[in-house]
């Protein structure tokens, strides 16, 4: 730059010192060169000739001056190009941002760095001032600077601001700028610098953000407590939780030494010679559960570990990270509780009392003695649950083990085995007899009426089945199976009595679970068929509907009917996919018969209890008809009154539901449960199906006539249609249009019939002229 500024220089002055040579030697050469000549000779045709060689001289030597003018100044201006091109190139070419602005922040000249940096073009930048695309809140403290630099107060100044480019993007610089010399040539203008550090803030935001991460992390870590200790074991960091698990607030802690704080006095030697260790050998020693005080001097259990943390030049520094271990501690032991006992009772469990009875079994064969397993089961628990809640069933269940309490000797065990059944274990029995004593003061225990808060009085009634050791069976295992068998016994033999194990119990059991097992195979291998019971208008005589009937076709026993696997699949939960296959299978098929041209009929699908108050019911009914295409007008289910007995608001809840949808909702069976009037009126009905028992005997018995007459009058009043099952005769018939049934089904019309057979009747019901 300098050798830059004196080749311009010496150009200026070129022109002066060129002139004055000239002048100067055109002088001399008229004043003297005459007189030399004359001295050299007189002889005038020897002068006239040397005043032509002087002439000729004084071309050649103002020539030779000219030449040596003119190449020096090529020298210069080569100098001075070479200068301004460097210039020129440092200028663009520099891995900074470079800036000229005048007195007023606008931009003279940028670099392209520069303006790649704020993705403009330069020619775009030399329109802008650097307050336009200085960040606001960075752009008060520039103009400071930028105006003690103007009043000459400083020669220059550097900082951090943000830019904004073109694109509104915010670039983070580092920008120094300086007074270019004054010039009587050019305006005063100032140099910037600026440098892109957006990467360097980003990775200090990073930072920042990720201590504040860190500290937040560890000051609201409610049980993990975090403390510093410098190679004397004094405090310098304690955390939030540290505070909440020790009692120390961290102005208490700070400063103060480890030992005194949280360790136990005994435990002193041992704290302070791992606090050594750590500390001349810069690594933890291994993590291990420890025994600390609090502040108020009680003890806590922790999990202690430890990071050393050594940094350049600076003694290390020791934390502790612990882990408070109190709930943990509590969890195990609640869990330890219920893994052995039930939580509502507090009596042993299944899993306590198989083990319990494994022992009293070796001991009963060892001293030879009787011993008994007797399992009680209460009678129709569930209408307690399902008329006054849960709670007053566990109210009740609470009340029941008190009682059943008083009929343990010291010697015997009473256990829960879930639900509503209990179990007794009854050592060092005299005599098998004596069990069924001991049965009979039990069901008497029970008998008194149980009072369970503002309810009315409730009695209940058990049923009980016996099994002895080793009479019935050898095993524990065997022992809790043949009670079982025999408490189905009990319930079978009216309920409120006991009964003892017996061989065909047992060989009917199995025959249970052979059955459930087919049942399981015959869903896979999809031996379940949906028949159709066509549904028939009482004036018109024409289908408009049928009930959708599973049948079990198995390859070695035929047809098995219904009665014989529902109430199988009802007990061990496979009603639920049993029910969801009938669902599945009858949408489906009714949008067949829509598809093919067939009259779009009412398909009435049974509802299990179960199925209605698991709670999915509208869901999965929602998804078949989404998924089928099955108009849901064209549904429609049935439950039975007993279904309907669950929680009130839940039932009412889901049947309004469905019924916005579209689907039709049937109570089956009508007259044979116990639902009141005040509750059947606010369900969201459109059929009673009268129960053909009423239909059997119908016109002969007047019972059944007036019960009959009495079903129809009632729904007609509620808005409800009335369809009659079981019509087997013209009379039947005949008496139900009478008292203006509306529909009506059974074998007078047809059975229940595959679905290519009910295809073939509603396509006859369409074209009568082929029947």
């Known amino acids: 730059?300098?050798?830059?500024?004196?080749?311009?220089?010496?150009?200026?002055?070129?022109?002066?010192?060129?002139?004055?040579?000239?002048?100067?030697?055109?002088?001399?050469?008229?004043?003297?060169?005459?007189?030399?000549?004359?001295?050299?000779?007189?002889?005038?045709?020897?002068?006239?000739?040397?005043?032509?060689?002087?002439?000729?001289?004084?071309?050649?030597?103002?020539?030779?001056?000219?030449?040596?003018?003119?190449?020096?100044?090529?020298?210069?201006?080569?100098?001075?190009?070479?200068?301004?091109?460097?210039?020129?190139?440092?200028?663009?070419?520099?891995?900074?941002?470079?800036?000229?602005?005048?007195?007023?922040?606008?931009?003279?000249?940028?670099?392209?760095?520069?303006?790649?940096?704020?993705?403009?073009?330069?020619?775009?930048?030399?329109?802008?001032?650097?307050?336009?695309?200085?960040?606001?809140e960075d752009l008060e403290h520039d103009q400071q600077q930028f105006s003690q630099l103007l009043q000459k107060i400083t020669t220059s100044y550097t900082l951090e601001k943000r830019y904004f480019s073109k694109t509104g993007k915010v670039v983070w610089v580092k920008l120094a700028v300086s007074k270019a010399p004054e010039s009587a040539n050019t305006a005063p203008y100032f140099i910037a610098v600026v440098q892109d550090i957006s990467a360097q803030k980003m990775a200090e935001q990073q930072l920042l953000e990720s201590e504040l991460r860190f500290r937040t992390l560890l000051d609201n870590a409610p049980q993990i407590s975090v403390q510093g200790y410098d190679e004397s074991g004094t405090t310098i960091y304690w955390n939030r939780a540290s505070e909440l698990i020790y009692g120390y607030t961290k102005e208490e802690a700070l400063g103060q030494s480890l030992l005194e704080l949280i360790i136990p006095e005994e435990a002193h030697d041992e704290v302070r010679q791992a606090m050594t260790y750590?500390?001349?050998?810069?690594?933890?020693?291994?993590?291990?559960?420890?025994?600390?005080?609090?502040?108020?001097?009680?003890?806590?259990?922790?999990?202690?570990?430890?990071?050393?943390?050594?940094?350049?030049?600076?003694?290390?520094?020791?934390?502790?990270?612990?882990?408070?271990?109190?709930?943990?501690?509590?969890?195990?032991?609640?869990?330890a509780f219920l893994a052995e006992f039930d939580p509502l009772t507090q009596l042993p469990n299944r899993q306590h009392f198989s083990n319990r009875l494994a022992s009293a079994v070796k001991l009963a064969k060892r001293n030879q003695q009787f011993l008994a397993v007797m399992i009680l089961d209460l009678d129709h628990f569930k209408d307690v649950n399902d008329s006054f809640g849960h709670q007053t069933g566990d109210a009740l269940l609470l009340q029941v083990t008190d009682r059943l309490n008083l009929c343990c000797r010291e010697t015997d065990t009473l256990a829960r085995l879930g639900g509503d059944e209990f179990v007794f274990l009854v050592e060092q029995l005299a005599q098998p007899e004596d069990a069924a004593r001991i049965a009979d003061k039990i069901l008497q225990q029970l008998h008194a009426p149980f009072t369970l808060g503002r309810h009315n009085d409730i009695t209940v009634a058990a049923s009980v089945g016996i099994c002895i050791y080793p009479t019935h069976a050898d095993s524990a295992e065997a022992l809790l199976q043949g009670a079982d068998a025999a408490l189905y016994r009990a319930k079978a033999d009216g309920r409120n009595t006991y009964s003892f194990y017996s061989d065909s119990l047992t060989l009917q059991a199995r025959a249970r679970l052979v059955l459930e097992q087919r049942l399981r195979n015959a869903m896979k291998q999809n031996h379940l068929t949906c028949y159709y019971q066509p549904q028939l208008d009482m004036q018109s005589g024409r289908i408009i509907g049928a009930e959708v009937l599973l049948r079990w076709v198995d390859p070695i026993d035929g047809i098995i009917g219904p009665d014989t696997f529902i109430p199988l699949a009802e007990s061990t939960g496979l009603i639920h996919p049993i029910g969801n296959f009938?669902?599945?299978?009858?949408?489906?098929?009714?949008?067949?018969?829509?598809?093919?041209?067939?009259?779009?009929?009412?398909?009435?699908?049974?509802?299990?209890?179960?199925?209605?108050?698991?709670?999915?019911?509208?869901?999965?009914?929602?998804?078949?008809?989404?998924?089928?295409?099955?108009?849901?007008?064209?549904?429609?289910?049935?439950?039975?009154e007993n279904a309907l007995m669950g929680d009130e608001d839940v039932v009412i809840k889901t049947m309004t539901a469905l019924r916005?949808?579209?689907?039709?909702?049937?109570?089956?069976?009508?007259?044979?449960?116990?639902?009141?009037?005040?509750?059947?009126?606010?369900?969201?009905?459109?059929?009673?199906?009268?129960?053909?028992?009423?239909?059997?005997?119908?016109?002969?018995?007047?019972?059944?006539?007036?019960?009959?007459?009495?079903?129809?009058?009632?729904?007609?009043?509620?808005?409800?249609?009335?369809?009659?099952?079981?019509?087997?005769?013209?009379?039947?018939?005949?008496?139900?249009?009478?008292?203006?049934c509306d529909y009506y089904q059974g074998y007078y019309f047809s059975r229940p019939v595959p679905a290519p057979e009910f295809a073939e009747l509603l396509k006859k019901q369409r074209n009568p002229a082929t029947d």
Request: glycine share 6%.
């Open 1 to 136: 730059m300098m050798k830059h500024k004196g080749a311009a220089k010496t150009l200026r002055f070129y022109p002066i010192m060129g002139g004055l040579i000239y002048v100067l030697l055109g002088v001399s050469w008229i004043l003297f060169s005459d007189n030399v000549l004359i001295m050299l000779t007189d002889n005038p045709e020897q002068l006239n000739r040397y005043q032509t060689y002087k002439g000729l001289f004084y071309v050649g030597l103002t020539g030779l001056l000219a030449w040596l003018l003119l190449r020096q100044h090529q020298r210069l201006t080569v100098s001075l190009q070479a200068s301004e091109q460097a210039f020129s190139e440092t200028f663009e070419f520099a891995a900074a941002g470079i800036a000229h602005a005048n007195t007023e922040g606008l931009f003279l000249r940028v670099n392209q760095h520069f303006a790649t940096m704020l993705e403009y073009s330069p020619a775009e930048m030399r329109n802008l001032s650097f307050h336009q695309i200085t960040h606001p």
């Open 278 to 335: 750590m500390a001349e050998h810069a690594e933890p020693i291994a993590a291990e559960e420890l025994t600390l005080k609090r502040k108020d001097g009680s003890l806590i259990s922790v999990f202690s570990n430890h990071a050393v943390v050594k940094l350049p030049d600076k003694p290390p520094q020791i934390f502790c990270i612990d882990i408070d271990l109190t709930e943990r501690k509590r969890q195990a032991k609640e869990l």
């Open 582 to 640: 009938v669902l599945q299978q009858a949408c489906k098929q009714g949008q067949a018969w829509h598809l093919a041209g067939l009259s779009d009929i009412n398909l009435a699908i049974n509802v299990s209890a179960q199925q209605f108050n698991k709670g999915d019911l509208q869901q999965k009914i929602t998804s078949i008809l989404r998924e089928t295409g099955f108009n849901p007008t064209c549904l429609e289910l049935e439950v039975t």
């Open 660 to 740: 916005k949808q579209g689907i039709k909702m049937a109570i089956d069976d009508f007259g044979t449960g116990y639902s009141s009037l005040a509750y059947l009126k606010r369900l969201p009905l459109d059929v009673l199906k009268i129960d053909k028992r009423f239909i059997e005997n119908l016109p002969h018995a007047e019972d059944d006539q007036s019960i009959t007459k009495a079903i129809i009058d009632l729904a007609h009043n509620l808005r409800f249609k009335v369809l009659a099952e079981g019509v087997e005769t013209a009379e039947q018939l005949d008496f139900l249009r009478e008292q203006h």
